[in-house]
Protein backbone atom coordinates (compact mmCIF):
# COMPACT_ATOMS: atom_id res chain seq x y z
CA UNK A 1 0.00 0.00 0.00
CA UNK A 2 1.08 3.72 -1.14
CA UNK A 3 -0.22 4.72 2.59
CA UNK A 4 2.06 3.59 4.43
CA UNK A 5 4.92 5.08 3.13
CA UNK A 6 3.03 8.64 2.92
CA UNK A 7 2.00 8.52 7.17
CA UNK A 8 2.93 11.88 8.00
CA UNK A 9 0.48 13.62 5.89
CA UNK A 10 -3.43 13.74 6.11
CA UNK A 11 -5.57 11.65 4.30
CA UNK A 12 -6.55 14.86 2.01
CA UNK A 13 -2.93 15.44 1.05
CA UNK A 14 -2.32 11.68 0.38
CA UNK A 15 -4.81 11.58 -1.80
CA UNK A 16 -3.92 14.52 -3.72
CA UNK A 17 -0.48 12.97 -3.91
CA UNK A 18 -1.24 9.80 -5.26
CA UNK A 19 -3.51 10.99 -7.71
CA UNK A 20 -1.60 12.90 -8.91
CA UNK A 21 1.21 10.28 -8.89
CA UNK A 22 -1.41 8.16 -10.60
CA UNK A 23 -2.05 10.11 -13.65
CA UNK A 24 1.34 10.18 -14.90
CA UNK A 25 0.98 5.70 -14.22
CA UNK A 26 -0.46 3.26 -16.65
CA UNK A 27 -4.53 3.31 -15.50
CA UNK A 28 -4.23 -0.43 -15.43
CA UNK A 29 -2.25 -0.70 -12.22
CA UNK A 30 -4.53 1.82 -10.30
CA UNK A 31 -7.83 1.98 -8.99
CA UNK A 32 -9.00 4.40 -7.71
CA UNK A 33 -12.09 3.73 -4.46
CA UNK A 34 -15.13 6.10 -4.84
CA UNK A 35 -15.10 8.36 -1.69
CA UNK A 36 -17.66 10.90 -0.52
CA UNK A 37 -16.94 13.96 1.35
CA UNK A 38 -19.49 14.38 4.14
CA UNK A 39 -19.84 17.79 6.06
CA UNK A 40 -23.33 17.26 8.57
CA UNK A 41 -24.84 14.26 10.20
CA UNK A 42 -27.95 14.26 7.47
CA UNK A 43 -25.48 13.82 4.94
CA UNK A 44 -23.71 10.75 6.89
CA UNK A 45 -27.40 9.64 7.91
CA UNK A 46 -28.48 9.71 4.18
CA UNK A 47 -25.29 8.16 3.07
CA UNK A 48 -25.86 5.41 4.99
CA UNK A 49 -29.22 4.67 4.18
CA UNK A 50 -27.49 4.84 0.26
CA UNK A 51 -25.22 2.20 1.36
CA UNK A 52 -28.03 -0.04 3.02
CA UNK A 53 -29.96 -0.13 -0.29
CA UNK A 54 -26.93 -0.40 -2.54
CA UNK A 55 -26.43 -4.00 0.26
CA UNK A 56 -22.71 -2.65 0.82
CA UNK A 57 -21.67 -4.80 3.41
CA UNK A 58 -21.18 -1.53 4.97
CA UNK A 59 -19.18 1.96 5.10
CA UNK A 60 -15.39 3.10 6.32
CA UNK A 61 -15.73 6.41 7.86
CA UNK A 62 -12.92 8.78 7.67
CA UNK A 63 -11.54 12.25 8.81
CA UNK A 64 -10.21 13.84 5.94
CA UNK A 65 -7.56 15.94 7.94
CA UNK A 66 -6.12 12.46 9.71
CA UNK A 67 -2.60 11.00 9.10
CA UNK A 68 -2.42 7.65 8.72
CA UNK A 69 -2.02 4.94 11.70
CA UNK A 70 -0.89 1.34 11.25
CA UNK A 71 -3.57 0.63 13.87
CA UNK A 72 -7.16 1.09 14.53
CA UNK A 73 -7.93 4.56 14.93
CA UNK A 74 -10.83 6.48 15.72
CA UNK A 75 -10.33 8.50 12.92
CA UNK A 76 -11.04 5.49 10.59
CA UNK A 77 -14.45 4.26 11.87
CA UNK A 78 -15.99 1.11 10.27
CA UNK A 79 -20.14 1.04 10.16
CA UNK A 80 -21.40 -1.95 9.18
CA UNK A 81 -24.83 -2.52 7.75
CA UNK A 82 -26.53 -5.18 9.59
CA UNK A 83 -29.37 -7.16 9.37
CA UNK A 84 -31.85 -8.86 11.76
CA UNK A 85 -33.69 -11.81 11.72
CA UNK A 86 -36.20 -13.38 14.63
CA UNK A 87 -36.03 -17.05 15.12
CA UNK A 88 -37.44 -20.18 17.32
CA UNK A 89 -34.92 -22.00 19.86
CA UNK A 90 -35.13 -25.49 19.26
CA UNK A 91 -32.24 -27.26 21.21
CA UNK A 92 -29.16 -24.87 23.34
CA UNK A 93 -26.11 -26.46 24.52
CA UNK A 94 -23.38 -25.55 27.37
CA UNK A 95 -20.34 -26.55 27.12
CA UNK A 96 -17.79 -27.43 30.23
CA UNK A 97 -16.14 -24.33 29.73
CA UNK A 98 -19.69 -21.67 30.55
CA UNK A 99 -20.56 -21.24 26.81
CA UNK A 100 -23.90 -20.94 25.67
CA UNK A 101 -24.86 -21.81 22.28
CA UNK A 102 -29.01 -21.85 21.24
CA UNK A 103 -29.43 -23.13 17.61
CA UNK A 104 -32.04 -21.52 15.92
CA UNK A 105 -34.88 -21.88 13.17
CA UNK A 106 -34.82 -18.84 11.25
CA UNK A 107 -37.24 -18.37 8.20
CA UNK A 108 -34.71 -17.55 6.03
CA UNK A 109 -32.00 -20.49 6.59
CA UNK A 110 -32.39 -24.19 6.00
CA UNK A 111 -30.48 -25.28 8.59
CA UNK A 112 -30.59 -24.13 12.23
CA UNK A 113 -28.29 -21.42 13.06
CA UNK A 114 -25.71 -22.14 15.68
CA UNK A 115 -25.93 -18.89 18.33
CA UNK A 116 -23.51 -17.93 21.24
CA UNK A 117 -25.95 -16.37 23.85
CA UNK A 118 -22.76 -14.25 25.81
CA UNK A 119 -25.36 -12.26 27.91
CA UNK A 120 -26.06 -13.83 31.47
CA UNK A 121 -29.69 -12.26 31.50
CA UNK A 122 -30.72 -13.86 28.29
CA UNK A 123 -29.11 -17.44 29.32
CA UNK A 124 -31.51 -17.10 32.35
CA UNK A 125 -34.64 -16.04 30.12
CA UNK A 126 -33.36 -19.50 27.92
CA UNK A 127 -33.05 -21.63 30.89
CA UNK A 128 -36.56 -20.58 32.03
CA UNK A 129 -38.31 -21.78 29.02
CA UNK A 130 -37.90 -18.26 26.46
CA UNK A 131 -37.70 -19.65 22.80
CA UNK A 132 -37.93 -16.55 20.41
CA UNK A 133 -34.80 -14.85 19.71
CA UNK A 134 -33.41 -11.90 17.93
CA UNK A 135 -30.58 -12.68 15.54
CA UNK A 136 -28.02 -10.05 13.94
CA UNK A 137 -26.14 -10.93 11.31
CA UNK A 138 -24.29 -9.52 8.06
CA UNK A 139 -25.52 -11.55 5.07
CA UNK A 140 -27.25 -14.14 4.43
CA UNK A 141 -24.34 -16.30 2.40
CA UNK A 142 -25.15 -17.89 -1.20
CA UNK A 143 -25.49 -21.12 0.92
CA UNK A 144 -28.31 -19.92 2.81
CA UNK A 145 -26.06 -19.74 6.30
CA UNK A 146 -26.62 -16.01 8.78
CA UNK A 147 -22.76 -14.66 8.48
CA UNK A 148 -21.64 -13.46 12.28
CA UNK A 149 -24.87 -14.10 13.52
CA UNK A 150 -24.85 -12.17 17.31
CA UNK A 151 -27.75 -12.74 20.02
CA UNK A 152 -28.98 -9.20 19.76
CA UNK A 153 -32.37 -10.04 22.71
CA UNK A 154 -34.47 -13.02 23.77
CA UNK A 155 -37.84 -12.87 24.32
Do not use: H
Not at 25 to 41: C, G, R
Not at 134 to 144: D, K, V
Amino acid sequence: MAYDVLNEASLKERKKLLYALCREASNKFFQFVKFYLLSTDAELLAFKQFSVEQEWEGIILKDYNSRYVPKRSYSWLKWKNKKQVKGTIKRIEEDAYGRFKAFVETPITNDLVEVQINNIGYQSKVRQGSKEILIEYLELTENNRLRQPVCKEVF
